[in-house]
């Protein structure tokens, strides 16, 4: 019998009186019926399975189920499978209230709890060689980014080391996913999601491969008090009863979704895009599509948030698995001491028809992208290098900005601190100068990615100690600043893989600066493509008298084709920078034509006059123009807003009087 019929006839259920819906009963004690089932206190539940966990353990092909009053409580009594002592390999990216209450019961009965990323099966197999795991503890997916695991590998390396493996299978649910025959020991179910699929129940549920285990986790329910209650299973019951049907209307609406995010060139996390990660092993494991949610990037918390305060049929609440599509700013919803990138919108998709949720979050995007929507402007910070230099920190060439980071580290701190206070809600590691033209090429071979890890702890700190402060990752045209003629594109990924290996783990998004050409950029994008993290692409532009009619890179390469580039390696934003502010709305037109309101745009000028492409960028310590005072700067920048820009910033000799200034004027 298949699922679809087993459920909409709920196994042939009567209520003894040839009614076909199950019997609510509602008794907490019971008399001893003669040739029945004792029933006793409904604390302990009954003898055998329920009709509602004989159902869960067909769904997923499990030996037994027990139903629970929660997600937490199931996840809660699994623990009581590892014996106290012993550790648990937990999803570092995965489903950040559980991490909270894993951690919490874990050190209460005595185990210990280590983060790993379950598609690292090398870094898996190592902790697993210690001998000291019971349990690794996988989601399928992983949930807000949807990374897939490879279940059958996981569960090998768990047998071998004499751990159980537990799958997460809660956002998959036994449409998509059926862990229990890939080698999992435990499938664990908050059932108040799509298994319900009302939004108005609480349930969890533990689907075992060995039924032995059954006598454990029931005792432990009885002890906690966490039993399913009787309405509550009622009610899940019958939401059962429509699960298939509601899984296939969802999960093809989110995969149409997917498609049509992607298609405005935004960052999208779906397991069914041919571009994630782990798309092929997504197509080995999963069955009936790729599920009902997905994420994606904004490329800032502002502009996620924008989104959000913007549609009309999403509704803006956290969960997952209602009739309803419900849309978050993940980040925000989780709080202090989230790893959810600030920028992340999660969708969970309901029964809605899919037009009418792409026209929602069309409108939505629309919305967010208006020429001078006010609060909507991402702010940039201004110029490193000018900052340390007048706040008397170390500098000099040829190390530049450099040195202050080797010598006095604490003054970048300070003067990233400074921009956050002055407006900035994006911060960019000082990073810019860690190339060899400016620290050395013996410096840069054993110093690189050390320097470029400080240079994002330092900004790091600074932004967790604002409100919604993102970081950007520098990275610079590593061959020299203005000069496109000097790049190589044979040596640019090995100049520029310490950079991304140090600043990764600090940052929430990558800034490619000062591009002088289309090779510089693809060099960059290709450097970052497997962090997972969005790229924001920044040229700079020909001026004063180099200036042409046509926007051009200092290549001469028409802002055009940038723009369609930007577009085809799926940048999350296209700016231009450290040029002069006259040649810049010339540039936001050309990009703007091509892009439509696809990608974001962006402004950071610098304070210099003309550089023309025969010297180079911070050669030397540039003049600063006098009559770029904060006023006519900040004029200036209401005019980019006007024209399109939705993040704007300074570049070289623009400092924190500038950004304070632009920030009051675009954001209020």
């Known amino acids: 019998m298949k699922i679809d019929t087993l459920l909409a006839g709920l196994d042939g259920v009567s209520d003894g009186a040839g009614g076909l819906v199950p019997p609510l009963r509602l008794s907490v004690t019971h008399a001893p019926q003669p040739g029945g089932p004792s029933r006793g206190y409904a604390r302990s539940g009954p003898?055998?399975?329920?009709?509602?966990?004989?159902?869960?353990?067909?769904?997923?092909?499990?030996?037994?189920?027990?139903?629970?009053?929660?997600?937490?409580?199931?996840?809660?009594?699994?623990?009581?499978?590892v014996p106290p002592g012993r550790e648990i390999l937990l999803e570092a990216e995965g489903y950040y209230e559980f991490r909270g209450i894993?951690?919490?019961?874990?050190?209460?009965?005595?185990?210990?709890?280590?983060?790993?990323?379950?598609?690292?099966?090398?870094?898996?197999?190592?902790?697993?060689?210690?001998?000291?795991?019971?349990?690794v503890w996988a989601e399928f997916p992983g949930n807000p980014l949807w990374q897939v695991p490879d279940l059958r590998r996981l569960s090998t390396l768990a047998h071998s080391a004499g751990a159980l493996l537990l799958v997460d299978a809660t956002a998959a649910t036994p449409h998509h996913i059926h862990p229990l025959t890939l080698g999992a020991d435990v499938v664990l179910h908050s059932a108040t999601?799509?298994?319900?699929?009302?939004?108005?129940?609480?349930?969890?549920?533990?689907a075992l491969a060995d039924p032995a285990a059954r006598k454990t986790l029931a005792q432990h329910r009885t002890d906690t008090g966490t039993i399913l209650p009787p309405f509550s299973e009622w009610l899940l019951l019958r939401g059962l009863r429509t699960f298939v049907l509601r899984m296939e209307?969802?999960?093809?609406?989110?995969?149409?979704?997917?498609?049509?995010?992607?298609?405005?060139?935004?960052?999208?996390?779906?397991?069914?895009?041919?571009?994630?990660?782990?798309?092929?092993?997504?197509?080995?494991?999963?069955?009936?599509?790729?599920?009902?949610?997905?994420?994606?990037?904004m490329g800032s918390a502002a502009r996620a948030d924008a989104v959000v305060a913007a549609v009309r049929i999403f509704r803006p609440a956290t969960s997952l698995g209602s009739p309803e599509s419900l849309i978050e700013r993940r980040a925000a919803t989780e709080g202090p001491g989230t790893r959810c990138p600030a920028d992340l919108i999660r969708l969970s998709i309901g029964l809605e028809a899919?037009?009418?949720?792409?026209?929602?979050?069309?409108?939505?995007?629309?919305?967010?992208?208006?020429?001078?929507?006010?609060?909507?402007?991402t702010i940039l910070d201004g110029g490193m290098g000018h900052e340390l230099e007048r706040s008397g920190a170390p500098f000099r060439q040829p190390e530049w900005s450099a040195l202050a980071l080797m010598e006095a580290p604490e003054t970048v701190r300070a003067a990233h601190a400074r921009f956050v206070a002055a407006g900035a809600t994006v911060i960019t590691t000082n990073s810019y100068a860690l190339v060899p033209f400016h620290i050395g090429q013996a410096?840069?071979?054993?110093?690189?990615?050390?320097?470029?890890?400080?240079?994002?702890?330092?900004?790091?700190?600074?932004?967790?100690?604002?409100?919604?402060?993102?970081?950007?990752?520098s990275l610079p045209p590593v061959f020299g600043s203005y000069r496109p003629d000097l790049f190589r594109a044979?040596?640019?990924a090995a100049l520029l893989a310490p950079l991304v290996a140090g600043l990764a783990p600090h940052v929430d998004l990558w800034l490619a600066e000062t591009q002088s050409s289309l090779e510089e950029a693809e060099a960059a994008a290709e450097a970052v493509a497997g962090t997972g993290k969005p790229i924001w692409l920044s040229f700079t532009l020909r001026d004063g008298d180099e200036a042409t009619d046509e926007p051009c890179l200092r290549s001469g390469q028409p802002v055009a084709d940038a723009a369609r580039l930007a577009l085809r390696l799926g940048a999350s934003a296209m700016l231009f920078n450290c040029s002069m502010p006259e040649v810049m709305q010339g540039a936001l037109d050309a990009a703007r034509a091509v892009l439509g309101d696809r990608i974001p745009l962006g402004v950071y000028a610098n304070a210099f006059t003309s550089q023309d492409e025969d010297g180079g960028a911070n050669e030397v310590v540039s003049a600063v123009r006098?009559?770029?005072?904060?006023?006519?700067?900040?004029?200036?920048?209401?005019?980019?807003?006007?024209?399109?820009?939705?993040?704007?910033?300074?570049?070289c000799g623009i400092g924190t009087e500038h950004i304070h200034a632009v920030a009051g004027a675009l954001r209020g």
């Open 249 to 297: 209307r969802a999960s093809a609406t989110a995969a149409r979704l997917a498609v049509w995010l992607a298609d405005r060139g935004l960052t999208v996390h779906y397991p069914g895009l041919p571009d994630h990660p782990q798309h092929a092993l997504a197509c080995a494991q999963y069955a009936n599509g790729f599920g009902p949610m997905l994420s994606f990037r």
């Open 193 to 206: 999601k799509f298994l319900n699929g009302h939004g108005d129940v609480l349930a969890g549920a533990l």
């Open 47 to 81: 003898e055998g399975e329920t009709l509602l966990e004989t159902i869960l353990a067909r769904l997923d092909g499990a030996a037994t189920a027990l139903a629970f009053a929660s997600g937490a409580s199931a996840a809660q009594a699994a623990l009581t499978l």
């Open 626 to 651: 006098e009559d770029l005072t904060t006023s006519a700067y900040t004029a200036m920048a209401e005019g980019w807003a006007a024209g399109g820009a939705t993040i704007i910033g300074g570049c």
């Open 443 to 473: 410096r840069f071979d054993t110093d690189a990615e050390r320097l470029a890890s400080l240079a994002g702890q330092l900004a790091r700190e600074a932004a967790d100690a604002g409100s919604g402060v993102q970081v950007a990752g």
């Open 490 to 492: 044979d040596q640019a």
């Open 102 to 135: 894993l951690t919490r019961a874990a050190a209460a009965r005595g185990l210990s709890l280590r983060l790993v990323e379950m598609t690292d099966l090398e870094t898996v197999a190592a902790l697993l060689s210690s001998g000291r795991t019971g349990m």
């Open 354 to 377: 899919a037009e009418d949720l792409i026209g929602d979050l069309q409108a939505a995007l629309d919305t967010t992208n208006r020429k001078g929507q006010p609060g909507m402007i």
